[in-house]
């Protein structure tokens, strides 16, 4: 009887290590990359002054982009410290936001917490990346 349990447990044991995990990607659905700079220029406040909105015009963001792909948004807010930061985050006192609409992408910069606060308006290029990840709606 032992033999028997051996004997299947050896082939059993054989048959799951002979099998080989395959990863195929699909060429068809490449990600992007695309790095773009905001100007100071290009921030404009809102009536009340709590907000700060820079509209980045985006045309790779079209219908089908829009509506099946992922759209990754980072931001660099400090010259002086190489990294980008996915957003939302909050840096230096202030809420950075986006939002993503057919055509653009939105980025606002609020106070956190003290609505009496105004936040400042970048006064040096920041650098933006957005990231498409290409999928398949189901």
Known sequence: MKKLLLLLLCTATLGLASCKKEVIVDPGL????IEVVIKPS????????????????????????????????????DNNVPEYRAMPFVYG????????????????????????????????????RVTFVTSKLR
């Open 42 to 77: 290009a921030w404009v406040a809102s009536s009340n002054r709590t907000t700060l909105t820079a509209t980045i015009p985006f045309p790779e963001l079209d219908d089908v982009t829009f509506n099946n792909d992922a759209v990754i948004v980072s931001l660099y807010p």
């Open 30 to 33: 490449p990600n992007e990359t």
């Open 93 to 128: 006192g202030e809420t950075y936001t986006h939002t993503v609409r057919r055509g653009a992408i939105i980025i606002d910069i609020q106070t956190t917490g003290d609505q009496t606060l105004i936040p400042q308006i970048p006064t040096r290029d920041l650098g933006l």
